[in-house]
């Protein structure tokens, strides 16, 4: 059984704001109703400042309780203060969330991110940013790069992971990818002799190198391989190819990298 604050159950008993805003500035939306859970909130906004705000929400009294307490933290503030409210800051308002519902106070703070952005005429995040990262776990704000480095620090397991950065400690919607991360990165306890790490390099590169080099009358063969250091001959079209140095590096370092070790470094033999 959750235990809830008594700021939640006030919340979800009384909420705040509810409703809609004829002629709002800006509109901002998060969840779907297939997940359980929608919230649409409206904002009314002079001068840059959020004058009144209100939402319509579809989902458990933590979904409303979150989008409640969120429409009274930001009536008042400008745009720009309200920007920096997180999903931890909606949580903590409400004296904290079970971390099975922490996903609600992300949904406040999508729809209000996404209203702001309305407002301001600015491109869906999902469009935008290639280079940003990735988030896996919304609930704790917690980057595939994070988990990866736990990961490689020593964490085995799902449960080693939430103690490190809680991570799947709240809603579980990211512990498939999670999971995923674990059985990439986890080290192996065997480790491959010189003989075994050289065969399997020749492996990814044939299996998986040669194929799609060849489809444009390419190929590669290896050289040589000192330590991490692997040197590869590109042959066919490959060796003429003015894009060779990317294709080193983006796709054959890559592949190395994943399959073999991650601290691969390839090196061309002209």
């Given at each position: ?11 979800y008993k ?60 930001i009536i ?35 729809a209000l ?158």
């Amino acid at each position: 059984m959750w235990e809830y604050s008594n700021k939640v159950k006030e919340h979800y008993k009384n909420p705040k704001n509810v409703g809609s805003i004829e002629n709002a500035d800006a509109i901002g939306e998060a969840g779907a109703l297939a997940c359980g859970d929608k919230l649409k909130i409206y904002l009314k906004i002079d001068n840059g400042i959020i004058t009144d705000a209100k939402f319509q929400t579809f989902g458990c009294g933590s979904a409303v309780a979150s989008s409640s307490i969120l429409t009274e933290m930001i009536i008042g503030k400008t745009v720009e203060e309200a920007r920096k409210i997180t999903n931890k800051d909606i949580a903590d308002e409400l004296d904290g969330l079970p971390p099975e519902k922490m996903h609600c106070s992300v949904m406040g703070h999508e729809a209000l991110e996404d209203a702001l952005k309305n407002y301001f005429g600015e491109e869906k995040e999902e469009n935008k940013k290639e280079n940003a990262e990735k988030i896996i776990c919304n609930c704790f704000g917690v980057s595939e790069a994070e988990i990866i480095k736990a990961i490689k620090d020593g964490a085995k397991t799902l449960d080693d992971i939430k103690e490190i950065n809680y991570a799947g400690g709240g809603c579980a919607r990211c512990v498939p990818n999670i999971k995923m991360l674990l059985d990439r990165y986890s080290k192996k306890d065997t480790q491959l002799n010189p003989v075994q790490f050289i065969l399997k390099i020749n492996k990814v590169l044939e299996t998986n190198v040669a194929g799609e080099l060849g489809k444009d009358s390419g190929g590669i063969e290896l050289v040589n391989v000192d330590n991490k250091d692997v040197y590869v001959k590109l042959t066919g079209t490959c060796s003429s190819c003015k894009n060779a140095a990317l294709t080193l590096k983006n796709f054959v370092e890559a592949q190395l990298r994943e399959h073999v070790d991650e601290q691969i470094n390839v090196i061309e033999v002209k």
